[in-house]
C-alpha cells in the first residue's frame, strides 16, 4: 500500500532562517506531487506542483521554493523565512492514470516563524 | 476551474443525515465535482466525485443537479468523527500535471453534535 511521509511534523523558526521541509511516498512510482499551504482560519494553497523528477511548477510567488531530486521525494525551502511563511504545510500525492485522479495528503507541518 | 460557493457552517445531530449543499453555476461540461473532507489539523481526504450521474460509495452520496450548476453530498448516518470542513471543488478529468490540481475554497464546517 501506498504511504506518505512528512518531516518535521512541528517547526518553529525564527524570522530570516532557511528551511526545508521533507516529504516521501511509499508503494508508488512516478507520482505527482504537490506542495499545499494552510495559513490560519485560511483554505488550502497550492504551492507547487510536479509531474517529474526535477519538473517543479509554481502556482504563486512566495519566497519559497520546491526541488524533487527523487522520483518520490519532494522538498520545499526557503533560504530566509518571513513571518507570513507560518502555517500548515501539507505535501501530497497523485497517481497517473487513476480513474479518480484522487490526492493522498500526509500528516502536514505546522511550521510557526517567530 | 469553476468556482463553488459553499455555506461557511453547518450543524447536524448525531446519527442523522448530512446534507451540505454546493453551487456551481459556471461548471463547464468537461469538469467533474469532487468533495474532499479535513478533520482538524489532518491533510484532506478524498470522498467522492461525479460528473452528471448521482454517486454513492461506503463514505457518502453525491447528487448533482440536472443542468449541474449544484451538487449535494450526502452523509446518511453522520457521527462525532464527521466534523470537519468539506470542500466542493470543480475540475477537469484529464492527463497532465496540471489537470491534476486542486483549487479548495474555505468549505463547509460540518458540526455533528451529540
Known amino acids: 500500500s501506498q504511504t506518505i511521509h512528512q518531516w518535521p511534523a512541528t517547526l518553529v523558526q525564527p524570522v530570516g532562517s532557511p528551511l526545508s521541509l521533507e516529504c516521501t511516498v511509499e508503494?508508488?512510482?512516478?507520482?505527482?506531487l504537490y506542495w499545499y499551504r494552510q495559513a490560519a482560519g485560511r483554505g488550502l494553497q497550492l504551492l507547487f506542483y510536479s509531474v517529474g523528477i526535477g519538473q517543479i511548477s509554481s502556482e504563486v510567488p512566495q519566497n519559497l521554493s520546491a526541488s524533487r531530486p527523487q522520483d518520490r521525494q519532494f522538498i520545499l525551502s526557503s533560504k530566509k523565512l518571513l513571518l507570513s511563511d507560518s502555517g500548515f504545510y501539507l505535501c501530497?500525492?497523485?497517481?497517473?492514470?487513476?480513474?479518480?485522479?484522487?490526492?493522498?495528503f500526509g500528516p502536514g507541518t505546522r511550521l510557526t516563524v517567530l | 476551474d469553476a468556482k463553488t460557493t459553499q455555506p461557511p457552517s453547518m450543524d447536524c445531530a448525531e446519527g442523522r443525515a448530512a446534507n451540505l449543499p454546493c453551487n456551481h453555476s459556471?461548471?463547464?461540461?468537461?469538469?467533474?465535482v469532487y468533495w474532499y473532507r479535513q478533520i482538524h489539523s489532518q491533510g484532506p481526504q478524498y470522498i467522492i466525485h461525479g460528473l452528471k450521474n448521482n454517486e454513492t460509495n461506503e463514505m457518502a452520496s453525491l447528487i448533482i443537479t440536472e443542468d449541474r450548476k449544484s451538487s449535494t453530498l450526502i452523509l446518511p448516518h453522520a457521527t462525532l468523527r464527521d466534523t470537519a470542513v468539506y470542500y466542493c471543488?470543480?475540475?477537469?478529468?484529464?492527463?497532465?500535471?496540471?489537470?491534476?490540481?486542486?483549487?479548495f475554497g474555505k468549505g463547509t464546517l460540518l458540526t455533528v453534535n451529540p
Open positions: 459556471t461548471i463547464s461540461g468537461n469538469e467533474y
Open positions: 471543488i470543480v475540475r477537469v478529468l484529464g492527463s497532465g500535471g496540471s489537470n491534476y490540481k486542486l483549487t
Open positions: 508503494g508508488t512510482s512516478n507520482p505527482n
Open positions: 501530497a500525492w497523485s497517481g497517473r492514470g487513476s480513474l479518480r485522479n484522487e490526492q493522498f
